[in-house]
């Protein structure tokens, strides 16, 4: 029995691979469309297997942060400041007041911390006033670099819109701030790319978005915190923490984040700059999302990445180094260490959820993204089209493996034990190896639905299109090429598609002349014509052309359609030389024969056109449109102005430059196009060019480039010598006639295009 299905595996993947790319294509199209509804659950799947494999694949087990140590306002400090009696009459209950904060500061810098994070506010003064004092006494004689958290609240007052920079200017707050002042140190310069930043606001019990402002720190602390930053949570619909925003507006003024506003100091950055899916930061390039958010690379819970250290020794430290005696401290243990401040005992802040733990301190998300910013090892989200096309390969796969095993328990367990397993490997994969996040909902429901689909798939019709392409091609292209599309399966979109291609006009020079020698023997006209088409068109088929239309003696040709032929700028020019050369053998038969001379004149541009078939219900061709075709019957028309027989656009040059040798004619712009460009003349297949007519071109560009520089006397000079030697030059005589009428005439306003007329 194996061996039976082996032998017609084969076979059935040739017959029917149509149909399994069919399933596969609808089945990622409806799980494309579920995922951008959010549609089936998938968003919450999707947070589902990031979670999973965030930490499964991410965990790193080894010794804490070197940079980062916090102190934690744990349970020990409460308990110890509560019991001690000269702290509970100094710093009085939680929130303790900002004297405490000041021996805090005051330790930290005698111990050489780098800078200090407070993740939380100091927007409430003191009864007093004189701990606040106290606290910014210590800032400006320390000198050490503090970044404070900044709040929002709905009822705060709107701050008025500055010109930020960074650093602000040093302000003189005296006894009171003035609000212009305050959102001078507070906002932050931030170049956003084009992107909308997201909005300080928050959802009331009512589904209504309410806007919130920044609540300001105490005003001794503006003039003596070295950064402020926002320090509200970032999460997930679910109420997850798993990513950041770096920088938030209120409508008026930019704010970034808490880490933001250390890192930006560390770094030495003026600005926050996004553009594209890059974040600049100083010296420091991250990753971002297209929206300017971030994931964050957790790496373990907070306990597993950093050293903890509780306010309650620092503040015992400091007590002791005040009576002469030892602190207790690790020698250099946070020397050079950047220190964040924050709660880590139940109930003094909201408790945060990550993928890592379901309940952790608020500070664990401002402790990852400040690491995260220092390592430079966001997680950010794959290209959508990557995920679309693992969706797609998954689909791909699911539909070939079970259209062409066909067999009940393989289909059983792909459905319900490779699939979500498969995407789930591979998610983590992408993730420890690329810190990627690669979407694995979008493949899951993509492989799922193609499965079902391919099992349906076997009992419904078979795939005709392939007749009816063979007989609708066979009218344009040789019969072979037909077969090859049809076999690589290469099957054109019959109703339109944008693609790069490349588009041949030729026609007769004077053919109206030409015919009229034939005004009484039209028969013999016509026998002519069909014999010079038969000619040139068998040259262009040749080349892999399809031909589009025949308009009296013009031949249009197509060249990257319908079979997608990467070298379709070089097929053209190919083909362009080859009904040259055709149209040469002709012209020698027909003087033997008497009869008039012809010239053809070619025209090819390569561009991104609507290729497709077009028409009525009772004719339709397949042709190409848009402004790429105009320019390549334009460019066919050019050759008169310039005596030249073949003209190519910039695109196919620049594509086939290597294959081909040309002569730069000029620049030139289309009637109705405000834009100029660069129009060449094909002359032969790279190596084949004669020396005589190499000599030519390079005493044109010679000129050529004297003539854009104006110097019209010393061009003439160069192209009359030229042309004594080479007189049947058509574009050196040209251009001559040129530099003459302007050295006689000299223009008034040039800019060294020519104006190709219509």
Not at 150 to 161: E, Q
Request: aromatic share 8%; charged share 20%; proline share 6%.
């Amino acid at each position: 029995m194996a061996s039976v299905i082996l032998k017609f595996l084969p076979q059935r993947l040739r017959n029917h691979l149509s149909r399994m790319l069919g399933v596969a294509v609808v089945s990622t199209a409806v799980a494309t469309g579920c995922w951008l509804l959010g549609a089936l659950g998938l968003p919450t799947l999707e947070r589902a297997l990031y979670d999973r494999a965030l930490t499964t694949f991410t965990r790193r087990i080894r010794s804490q942060s070197p940079d980062i140590v916090v102190v934690a306002i744990d349970q020990s400090s409460l308990d110890g400041i509560r019991s001690n009696p000269t702290y509970a009459r100094d710093f009085g209950p939680y929130p303790w007041n900002h004297l405490l904060w000041a021996r805090v500061m005051e330790e930290l810098s005698r111990q050489g911390a780098r800078a200090v994070l407070f993740d939380g506010v100091m927007d409430e003064p003191s009864n007093d006033g004189s701990a606040e004092l106290e606290l910014a006494r210590v800032l400006r004689e320390r000198r050490l670099p503090v970044y404070l958290g900044v709040a929002t609240h709905p009822m705060a007052a709107p701050l008025p819109k500055v010109e930020p920079v960074h650093p602000p200017p040093v302000q003189d707050f005296g006894e009171g701030a003035d609000s212009l002042a305050v959102a001078q140190v507070l906002a932050f310069p931030v170049r956003t790319g084009g992107r909308t930043l997201p909005r300080l606001e928050s959802e009331s019990l009512l589904r209504v978005r309410q806007p919130h402002n920044l609540v300001p720190p105490i005003t001794p602390l503006l003039a003596e915190a070295k950064g402020f930053g926002l320090v509200e949570g970032e999460v997930d619909p679910d109420g997850i923490s798993r990513r950041t925003r770096f920088a938030y507006s209120d409508g008026t003024n930019a704010y970034v984040t808490l880490p933001v506003a250390a890192a930006a100091d560390f770094f030495g950055a003026t600005e926050l700059v996004f553009s594209g899916r890059t974040l600049r930061l100083g010296q420091r390039e991250l990753r971002v999302n297209p929206d300017g958010s971030a994931e964050l690379d957790f790496g373990g819970s907070l306990y597993e990445r950093f050293r903890i250290v509780p306010v309650m020794a620092l503040l015992d430290a400091w007590s002791l180094r005040q009576q002469g005696r030892p602190t207790g401290f690790e020698e250099d243990s946070l020397r050079d260490r950047i220190v964040v401040i924050g709660p880590t005992a139940l109930g003094l802040s909201t408790p945060a959820s990550t993928p890592f733990a379901a309940f952790v301190p608020g500070m664990s998300s401002q402790l990852t993204v400040l690491e995260n910013i220092f390592s430079g090892r966001f997680i950010t989200e794959a290209p959508f089209g990557v995920s679309l096309l693992f969706a797609l390969g998954l689909a791909v796969l699911s539909a070939v493996l079970l259209m062409t095993v066909r067999s009940p328990t393989l289909e059983l367990a792909w459905l319900l034990l490779a699939i979500v397993p498969l995407v789930f490997l591979i998610m983590g994969a992408s993730l420890a190896l690329g810190r990627v996040h690669l979407l694995g909902a979008l493949p899951v429901t993509a492989g799922l639905l193609a499965s079902l689909g391919a099992m349906a798939s076997n009992h419904l019709f078979a795939n005709r299109q392939a007749a009816f392409i063979r007989e609708a091609f066979s009218r344009y292209m040789e019969p072979h090429l037909v077969e090859q599309m049809i076999e690589e399966n290469q099957l054109p979109k019959l109703d339109g598609e944008e693609r790069e291609l490349t588009a041949f006009f030729s026609d007769i020079r004077g053919f109206s002349s030409f015919s009229e020698s034939f005004q009484h023997n039209p028969r013999e006209l016509v026998r002519i014509l069909n014999w010079y088409l038969t000619r040139v068109s068998s040259a262009l088929l040749r080349e892999g052309g399809c031909l589009d239309k025949y308009i009296g003696d013009a031949v249009v040709c197509l060249f990257g359609a319908p079979i997608n032929h990467s070298d379709h700028a070089v097929r053209a020019c190919r083909g362009a030389l080859a009904a040259q050369a055709e149209v040469t053998r002709m012209r020698e038969e027909l003087r033997e024969k008497d009869l008039p001379d012809v010239y053809t004149r070619i025209g090819i541009n390569t561009a991104r056109l609507f290729v497709g078939n077009f028409g009525s219900e009772q004719l339709f061709d397949y042709t190409a449109m848009g402004d790429g075709m105009n320019l390549a019957s334009r460019l066919e028309g050019a050759n008169k102005s310039y005596g030249s027989l073949i003209m190519i656009g910039p695109r196919t040059y620049e594509l086939a430059r290597d294959h081909i040798e040309v002569r730069e004619l000029d620049r030139v712009r289309v009637a109705g196009k405000a834009e100029a460009v660069t129009v060449y003349e094909l002359l032969a297949l790279k190596g084949e060019l004669p020396a005589e007519k190499r000599w030519t071109v390079k005493r044109y560009h010679e000129a050529l480039e004297l003539y854009r520089q104006q110097h019209f006397a010393e061009a003439a000079g160069i192209l009359a010598a030229q042309l004594s030697e080479d007189p049947e030059d058509g574009p050196t005589a040209v251009l001559l006639e040129r530099c003459r009428k302007y050295q006689e005439h000299p223009p008034r306003h040039f800019d060294g295009v020519a104006n190709l007329e219509k």
